[in-house]
């Protein structure tokens, strides 16, 4: 991990925090720079993790999808250095890669016309498959980073789910 990486994240455990706020099905943060997560049509349970490291929200699904509840992540990353989204996505897929999960190819998709990097990675263990959306998201002073997983028998059902909340995502 380089010096860049980790003074970003040694950064964003000092910084004084301000809870977000949720309102209805929508979570308002500011910690990492302003965003906005939408929970489209109330399927998603939104919890505030700001003031837990560069944690921002976490969504777990309300209704289970083939009994699991899938869970979309979200961190926030701050920009320092000229760092760009390529280093970014490059230095996230690195650590998913050491902690032994198996890595997609990127892709870079449109999502409420932004451009947005993405990613799958799975992870198999006691038998069990983990599927995972990674989605890195450039914005004015911070990069947003949300990563859905669902156990393989769910994902399928899951996969449009994650996809709405970062179609609708603001920042």
């Given at each position: 991990?380089?010096?860049?990486?980790?003074?970003?994240?040694?950064?964003?455990?000092s910084?004084p925090v301000?809870?977000?706020e949720?309102?209805?099905n929508?979570?308002?943060?500011?910690?990492?720079?302003?965003?906005?997560?939408?929970?489209p049509?109330g399927?998603?349970?939104?919890?505030?993790r700001?003031?837990?490291?560069?944690?921002?929200?976490?969504?777990?699904?309300?209704d289970?999808?083939k009994?699991?509840?899938?869970?979309?992540l979200?961190?926030?990353?701050?920009?320092?250095g000229?760092?760009?989204?390529?280093?970014?996505?490059q230095m996230?897929r690195t650590?998913v890669e050491?902690?032994?999960?198996e890595l997609g190819p990127?892709?870079?998709?449109?999502?409420?016309g932004?451009?947005?990097?993405?990613f799958?990675?799975?992870l198999?263990k006691?038998?069990?498959?983990?599927?995972m959306?990674t989605?890195?998201?450039?914005?004015?002073k911070?990069?947003f980073m949300?990563?859905?997983?669902?156990?393989?028998g769910?994902y399928?059902?899951?996969k449009?789910?994650?996809?709405?909340?970062i179609?609708?995502?603001k920042?």
């Amino acid at each position: 991990m380089n010096r860049v990486w980790i003074f970003a994240i040694a950064l964003s455990f000092s910084l004084p925090v301000l809870p977000g706020e949720i309102i209805g099905n929508t979570y308002i943060g500011e910690k990492n720079g302003y965003i906005e997560i939408q929970s489209p049509g109330g399927k998603w349970q939104i919890v505030d993790r700001e003031g837990q490291g560069p944690s921002i929200a976490n969504l777990t699904v309300k209704d289970p999808i083939k009994g699991s509840r899938p869970t979309l992540l979200f961190q926030g990353i701050p920009k320092m250095g000229g760092i760009t989204l390529d280093q970014i996505m490059q230095m996230i897929r690195t650590s998913v890669e050491q902690q032994g999960l198996e890595l997609g190819p990127v892709e870079m998709k449109r999502y409420g016309g932004k451009q947005i990097a993405t990613f799958n990675s799975t992870l198999t263990k006691q038998g069990i498959k983990v599927v995972m959306n990674t989605f890195i998201c450039e914005g004015p002073k911070n990069f947003f980073m949300a990563t859905g997983s669902a156990v393989e028998g769910a994902y399928e059902g899951a996969k449009p789910m994650f996809e709405e909340v970062i179609e609708k995502l603001k920042y």
